[in-house]
């Protein structure tokens, strides 16, 4: 089985940038695991198909800011790999105006 360690910042509210994840994950995959460190992040472990890697890293980089994802690590095999993905948040917030 492949693996692959990616981090991600998420820069909306905490609450709603995991809801995101999560629907990203439940469109391509299962989340088989996953660990919150205090408010400030998360790690997930997520099992999908190597022939959908791409597409969802394609789908997860428009909630959150991800590490590169080499092309050619990409493959057309129906075998499970496994992510370990590992979310900071960041919320920019507006203390002054």
Not at 3 to 21: L, S
Not at 33 to 57: G, K, P, T
Request: glycine letters at 6%; proline letters at 3%.
């Amino acid at each position: 089985m492949n693996r692959y360690f990616w981090t991600g910042i998420c820069r909306t509210e905490r609450q709603e940038g995991i809801n995101q994840i999560r629907d990203c994950i439940g469109r391509y995959g299962f989340l088989t695991d996953s660990r919150f460190f205090s408010d400030l992040s998360m790690s997930m472990q997520i099992e999908l198909e190597e022939r959908q890697v791409l597409a969802w890293y394609s789908d997860l980089a428009g909630v959150i800011q991800l590490s590169p994802f080499p092309p050619e690590q990409a493959a057309e095999s129906s075998k499970e790999c496994l992510i370990l993905l590992h979310v900071a948040f960041a919320r920019e917030r507006e203390i002054w105006k």
